[in-house]
């Protein structure tokens, strides 16, 4: 297998287009609703949480092939 496909929705897909410019997007940059997106394309496996340098950032969850 190459790949899994995951189900988004297009407001996750706006999300995640933040993510095409940079691979980390702050968390403080973001409002309370693309918050709640990014955390579902966490929970989805698609988007990583993590804490740096005392921030809460999110990061693509990319995987090598």
Request: charged letters at 35%.
């Amino acid at each position: 297998l190459t790949g899994w496909q995951v189900p988004i929705t297009n407001e996750e897909r706006e999300v995640l287009d933040k993510f095409n410019e940079t691979n980390t997007v702050k968390r403080r940059d973001m409002s309370d609703r693309e918050v709640m997106l990014a955390d579902s394309l966490v929970r989805k496996d698609v988007l990583k949480r993590q804490r740096n340098e005392g921030q809460v950032v999110f990061t693509k969850n990319i995987r090598p092939q």
